[in-house]
C-alpha cells in the first residue's frame, strides 16, 4: 500500500526499482506514483502475509492439544497402573514429549516446506496476476490511446473542417472586397473619364479661345506693321520731299550764285581784259575744284542719306520686333 497526496491508502504493484526511488502503479488506468527512498517508510507499507499466521497459529494448536493430550494420558495411565513406579511414567513423559518434539519438529518442517511451496505458488501466482494487470493495462492503455488517437482525429478533422469553413469565409469575404474593389475602381475609373473628357472639353475652349486671340493679334499686329509700314513710307517720302528741296534750293542758290559771278565777271571784262585770261583761268580751276567738291559733297550726302535710311529702316524693324515680341 502506498499513501496517496489526499491521504489515502492505495493497494499498487510495483513497476520499477530504482536506485533512490520505486515507481508504482496505483490503477488500471496506468496511472503511476514515484516515491523517493526518504519517504519509504512513512509512504509504504507491506502486505500481511496471512499464510504465516495461520501456520503458527495450527503449530500452537496442535503442540496445545498435544500437550493436553499427554498430560492426560499421564493422568489416565496413572490412575490405571497405580502400582507403576514414578520413574517409568516419568520416562514415559519424556519419551512422549521428545516424540511429539519430534513430530512437531517434523511437521514444522513440512510447514516450512509447504510454506516455501505456497511461497512460490503465491509468487507464481502474483507474477501472473501482475503480468494479467500488465496486459490489462497494456490494452486499456492502448484502448485509451486509440480512444485518444480518435478522439485527436476528431478534433482534427473538426479543426479542419472549421479550417476550411474559416478559408471559405475568409475567400468569401476577400471575394467581396474584391468585387467591392473592383467596382469602386470602376467607379473612380468612370469618375476620371469624365474629369478627362471635361479636361478635354476645358482643353478645346482654350484652344478655340486662344486661336482667336491668335488671330487677333495677328490681325492687329498686321495692322500695326501696315500702319507702321505707311508712318515709315509717309516719312521717307516726307524726307526724300525735303531732301529734294533742298536739293533744289542748292542748285537755284547755286545758279544765282553764277549768275551772279557771270555778271560780276561780264562787269570786269571790260576794266580787266588782260587779267581777265588769268582770272577766267583761275576762276574755272576754282569753279572746276568747287563742282568737283560739290559732287563729292553730294555724293556724300547722298551716300549719307542712304545710310540714315538703312538706320531708320534698321530701328524701325528693331522697334517693330520688339512690340511684336513684347505683344
Known amino acids: 500500500f502506498i499513501k496517496r497526496s489526499n491521504g489515502g491508502w492505495t493497494y499498487s504493484t510495483v513497476l520499477e526499482i530504482g536506485k533512490d526511488s520505486i515507481t ?15 519517504r519509504w517508510l512513512s509512504n509504504i507499507r507491506l502486505v500481511k502475509s496471512a499464510e504465516d499466521e495461520e501456520d503458527i497459529e ?23 497402573s497405580p502400582a507403576a513406579s514414578p520413574s517409568a511414567a516419568d520416562r514415559k513423559a519424556v519419551d512422549r514429549k521428545a516424540q511429539l518434539k519430534a513430530k512437531v519438529e517434523m511437521k514444522k518442517m513440512d ?22 494487470k500488465r496486459k490489462e493495462r497494456e490494452a486499456k492503455r492502448k484502448s485509451a490511446q486509440q480512444a485518444k488517437a480518435a478522439a485527436a482525429e476528431a478534433q482534427r478533422k473538426e479543426r479542419e473542417a472549421k479550417r ?43 484652344e478655340e479661345v486662344e486661336r482667336e486671340r491668335m488671330a487677333d493679334l495677328e490681325e492687329f499686329k498686321k495692322k500695326k506693321l501696315a500702319k507702321i509700314e505707311a508712318d ?9 520731299a525735303k531732301k529734294k528741296a533742298a536739293l533744289e ?20 571784262k571790260a576794266d580787266h581784259e588782260e587779267k581777265k585770261k588769268k582770272e577766267e ?25 542712304l545710310v540714315f535710311q538703312n ?17
Open 58 to 80: 495450527s503449530t500452537v494448536a496442535e503442540e496445545h492439544s498435544m500437550s493436553t493430550s499427554s498430560s492426560g494420558s499421564d493422568d489416565y495411565s496413572e490412575d490405571a
Open 24 to 38: 508504482f502503479s496505483v490503477d488500471e488506468f496506468g496511472n503511476e506514483k514515484n516515491i523517493t527512498k526518504h
Open 164 to 206: 476550411k469553413s474559416a478559408q471559405q469565409a475568409k475567400a468569401a469575404a476577400a471575394e467581396a472586397k474584391r468585387k467591392e474593389r473592383e467596382l469602386k475602381e470602376a467607379q473612380e475609373l468612370e469618375l476620371k473619364l469624365r474629369l478627362m473628357d471635361l479636361e478635354e472639353m476645358k482643353l478645346k475652349q482654350e
Open 111 to 132: 510447514l516450512k516446506a509447504k510454506k516455501k511451496d505456497m511461497k512460490r505458488q503465491a509468487q507464481q501466482a502474483k507474477a501472473a496476476a501482475a503480468e494479467a
Open 311 to 327: 538706320l531708320e529702316a534698321t530701328m524701325m524693324a528693331t522697334e517693330i520686333s520688339k512690340k511684336y515680341q513684347s505683344s
Open 232 to 240: 515709315y513710307e509717309e516719312k521717307r517720302r516726307k524726307k526724300l
Open 249 to 268: 534750293l542748292e542748285k537755284e542758290v547755286e545758279k544765282e550764285r553764277l549768275r551772279i559771278i557771270e555778271e560780276k565777271k561780264a562787269k570786269k
Open 281 to 305: 583761268a583761275k576762276v574755272e580751276m576754282k569753279r572746276l575744284q568747287k563742282a568737283n567738291q560739290q559732287a563729292a559733297a553730294l555724293e556724300a550726302q547722298r551716300q549719307a542719306e
